[in-house]
């Protein structure tokens, strides 16, 4: 089972930017789809991006051009490059993996608290 680490979370202005960091040990991640999640006070856990295995990637309405997910398997690592931050993007923000072929995520770090001020 791969095991997951976020970091880079905090505090930003509005219009600020933040790089998340999901290091994965145990399993390489090379043949694993990755994905960040994010779950505000009083509401559900939701998709915002993924990234294939072979590297396809998909954004949720919500942060499409402004988000940008990528991976360093060299590293086994995965980031969430997240800029222009509005208050609603403030959140928990999770990474999750996926074995390839796989039916649902099911390795999921512990989290990093985003907070966005106004």
């Known amino acids: 089972q791969v095991q997951l680490v976020e970091s880079g979370g905090g505090l930003v202005q509005a219009g600020g930017s933040l790089r998340l960091s999901c290091a994965a040990s145990g399993r390489t991640i090379s043949t694993y789809d990755m994905a960040w999640f994010r779950q505000a006070p009083g509401k559900e856990r939701e998709l915002i991006a993924s990234?294939?295995?072979?590297?396809?990637?998909y954004y949720a309405n919500s942060v499409k051009g402004r988000y940008t997910i990528s991976r360093d398997n060299a590293k086994n690592t995965m980031y969430l490059q997240m800029n222009n931050l509005e208050p609603k993007d403030m959140a928990i923000y999770y990474c999750?993996?996926?074995?390839?072929?796989?039916?649902?995520?099911?390795?999921w770090g512990q989290g990093t608290q985003v907070t966005v001020s106004s």
């Open positions: 990234i294939s295995w072979i590297g396809v990637t």
């Open positions: 999750a993996a996926r074995a390839r072929f796989g039916a649902s995520y099911d390795a």
